[in-house]
């Protein structure tokens, strides 16, 4: 504890749109090598870039939901480096004009709430991808797919006001759901869409200077971010208790060797000699189009959490599970209720049976349950009405999930409601009373919990299809009612 983290994140997320950002090519991902490419986006002499104006929109979504003042006058600039899978020498990008500045998110709310600025929001494309594994002659070559060059990006930057690495990965988290729930971008870190650099330093406690920073470059997963970054920290502190000098330089994170690793120092870092891109006009942004863009934002999951608490009385674990873990949870949660069934058992329906059923089809999207939530809604009334017990309830539901038919027609055609006819559970009382003698006396001498043992036989007895509160009346008629004391 004798010594804090800093750290703030470069966030780089692709913006949502059918071609890239400067061309009319698909940003379509997993296409053949070189089949997404013209000459602008290859950067060909003669070839002029033209500006997307979907991705300006998406980019000043993401703005205003991150909180940020939309600059009426952008600049593109060109970004000087060489490199095998940047065709033209440099990428377009925004420097000292961004779209998009002075945002802040949120982190929590919670017991200790606390809040990340936000210095930045600006627009770029994005480079092509050098493949150096994978095909018949990598022991000797570098491939290179140009069909990502040019697609739409935005980088978000947040100020150093993090402080720990789990908060950092928190951080990551609440700007991918909220991106995805803007439809700025799909949230698919594995096919690239989303990707992460932190700077991190360390400095001993109630210091104000920052100490020196190392960046760790493209994570592209949450827990991975926090492992790199705790694995950075205790580095970087272990060189400080040593005698050493942290070294400003960019690292990468092994996720096998479980560190992170030198990729280039300072002084071998690139000098992108920026200068105002001179193929494309200034981009202007009208305040009547950003505000009509602010006027169709939906409503964020941090808002929408609270709601759902607020409104339906679910606990902040239930809320939180609908609104992040599941997606699309929400969306069906409410449709559930809005077809008259009560929260909490629309809640735990989702939760429970819902969710198994999804960890078996290896998803974690609602577009993939077959039962719409007004046939959820019919379900849970009728184990709320008693007609249905839990346990046939659960075994409608399964048939509902592969034949698309309604509770209540499988339940009557099936003979599955429950009978509170008492001559009949009198006999299936009557032989589980005889079959459990051992039970039966220990009942009698005080061990009054063994009744729900009684009561699941009898409920076994009769499929399920049995009232357990009637079963549960009889069962104590039969033992002579209240049980005598132990020792009596």
Same mark, same amino acid.
């Given at each position: 504890?004798?010594?804090?983290?800093?750290?703030?994140?470069?966030?780089?997320?692709?913006?949502?749109?059918?071609?890239?950002?400067?061309?009319?090519?698909?940003?379509?991902?997993?296409?053949?090598?070189?089949?997404?490419?013209?000459?602008?986006?290859?950067?060909?002499?003669?070839?002029?870039?033209?500006?997307?104006?979907?991705?300006?929109?998406?980019?000043?979504?993401?703005?205003?939901?991150?909180?940020?003042?939309?600059?009426?006058?952008?600049?593109?600039?060109?970004?000087?480096?060489?490199?095998?899978?940047?065709?033209?020498?440099?990428?377009?990008?925004?420097?000292?004009?961004?779209?998009?500045?002075?945002?802040?998110?949120?982190?929590?709310?919670?017991?200790?709430?606390?809040?990340?600025?936000?210095?930045?929001?600006?627009?770029?494309?994005?480079?092509?991808?050098?493949?150096?594994?994978?095909?018949?002659?990598?022991?000797?070559?570098?491939?290179?797919?140009?069909?990502?060059?040019?697609?739409?990006?935005?980088?978000?930057?947040? &100020? *150093? +006001? /993090?402080?720990?690495?789990?908060?950092?990965?928190?951080?990551?988290?609440?700007? =991918?759901?909220? $991106?995805?729930? !803007?439809?700025?971008?799909?949230?698919?870190?594995?096919?690239?869409?989303?990707?992460?650099?932190?700077?991190?330093?360390?400095?001993?406690?109630?210091?104000?200077?920052?100490?020196?920073?190392?960046?760790?470059?493209?994570?592209?997963?949450?827990?991975?971010?926090?492992?790199?970054?705790?694995?950075?920290?205790?580095?970087?502190?272990?060189?400080?208790?040593?005698?050493?000098?942290?070294?400003?330089?960019?690292?990468?994170?092994?996720?096998?060797?479980?560190?992170?690793?030198?990729?280039?120092?300072?002084?071998?870092?690139?000098?992108?000699?920026?200068?105002? &891109? *001179? +193929? /494309?006009?200034?981009?202007?942004?009208?305040?009547?189009?950003?505000?009509?863009? =602010?006027?169709? $934002?939906?409503? !964020?999951?941090?808002?929408?959490?609270?709601?759902?608490?607020?409104?339906?009385?679910?606990?902040?674990?239930?809320?939180?599970?609908?609104?992040?873990?599941?997606?699309?949870?929400?969306?069906?949660?409410?449709?559930?209720?809005?077809?008259?069934?009560?929260?909490?058992?629309?809640?735990?329906?989702?939760?429970?049976?819902?969710?198994?059923?999804?960890?078996?089809?290896?998803?974690?999207?609602?577009?993939?349950?077959?039962?719409?939530?007004?046939?959820?809604?019919?379900?849970?009334?009728?184990?709320?009405?008693?007609?249905?017990?839990?346990?046939?309830?659960?075994?409608?539901?399964?048939?509902?999930?592969?034949?698309?038919?309604?509770?209540?027609?499988?339940?009557?055609?099936?003979?599955?409601?429950?009978?509170?006819?008492?001559?009949?559970?009198?006999?299936?009382?009557?032989?589980?009373?005889?079959?459990?003698?051992?039970?039966?006396?220990?009942?009698?001498?005080?061990?009054?919990?063994?009744?729900?043992?009684?009561?699941?036989?009898?409920?076994?007895?009769?499929?399920?299809?049995?009232?357990?509160?009637?079963?549960?009346?009889?069962?104590?008629?039969?033992?002579?009612?209240?049980?005598?004391?132990?020792?009596?």
């Amino acid at each position: 504890m004798r010594y804090e983290p800093v750290i703030g994140l470069e966030i780089h997320a692709q913006l949502l749109t059918a071609t890239k950002i400067f061309c009319g090519c698909a940003t379509t991902f997993g296409a053949p090598p070189n089949t997404n490419v013209c000459p602008v986006c290859l950067g060909l002499p003669g070839a002029l870039p033209v500006l997307n104006r979907r991705a300006v929109e998406l980019a000043i979504r993401a703005g205003l939901a991150l909180g940020c003042r939309i600059q009426a006058r952008s600049i593109f600039a060109r970004k000087n480096y060489f490199y095998p899978d940047l065709p033209k020498g440099y990428q377009i990008s925004q420097y000292d004009q961004p779209l998009a500045v002075e945002g802040r998110l949120e982190l929590g709310p919670d017991a200790r709430t606390r809040y990340v600025g936000i210095t930045r929001i600006h627009m770029e494309e994005d480079a092509g991808k050098s493949l150096h594994h994978g095909l018949p002659d990598s022991d000797r070559y570098t491939a290179v797919d140009f069909n990502r060059a040019g697609v739409p990006l935005i980088e978000i930057v947040t &100020e *150093p +006001d /993090l402080r720990s690495a789990a908060d950092a990965a928190e951080c990551f988290s609440r700007v =991918r759901e909220i $991106l995805v729930a !803007l439809g700025v971008n799909d949230g698919n870190m594995e096919e690239g869409s989303l990707r992460c650099d932190a700077n991190v330093s360390v400095r001993r406690v109630g210091e104000a200077t920052f100490g020196t920073k190392t960046e760790v470059k493209n994570v592209n997963s949450f827990r991975f971010l926090q492992k790199a970054l705790e694995y950075e920290i205790e580095r970087q502190i272990d060189v400080l208790e040593s005698g050493g000098r942290v070294v400003q330089e960019t690292r990468l994170w092994d996720s096998d060797l479980g560190e992170t690793t030198s990729m280039r120092t300072k002084e071998e870092a690139h000098d992108y000699r920026y200068f105002p &891109e *001179p +193929d /494309l006009q200034p981009l202007d942004v009208p305040q009547a189009w950003v505000e009509a863009i =602010r006027s169709t $934002l939906p409503e !964020l999951p941090e808002e929408r959490k609270q709601r759902l608490m607020a409104a339906h009385g679910l606990s902040d674990y239930d809320a939180d599970l609908l609104v992040r873990l599941i997606t699309g949870g929400a969306d069906y949660f409410e449709r559930v209720v809005a077809a008259g069934a009560q929260a909490k058992a629309a809640s735990n329906w989702i939760q429970g049976e819902i969710r198994r059923r999804l960890k078996e089809l290896g998803r974690d999207d609602m577009s993939a349950v077959p039962v719409t939530p007004e046939a959820l809604a019919e379900l849970i009334d009728l184990a709320e009405r008693g007609v249905v017990s839990s346990t046939v309830a659960k075994d409608v539901f399964d048939r509902m999930w592969t034949t698309g038919r309604r509770a209540k027609a499988i339940v009557d055609e099936e003979g599955l409601a429950q009978t509170g006819d008492t001559s009949a559970i009198a006999a299936l009382v009557e032989s589980v009373l005889a079959e459990n003698a051992d039970a039966v006396e220990q009942y009698r001498k005080g061990k009054t919990n063994v009744i729900g043992f009684l009561v699941g036989q009898v409920m076994k007895k009769g499929k399920g299809r049995i009232d357990p509160k009637v079963a549960n009346q009889l069962l104590r008629d039969a033992l002579g009612g209240a049980a005598s004391s132990p020792g009596a």
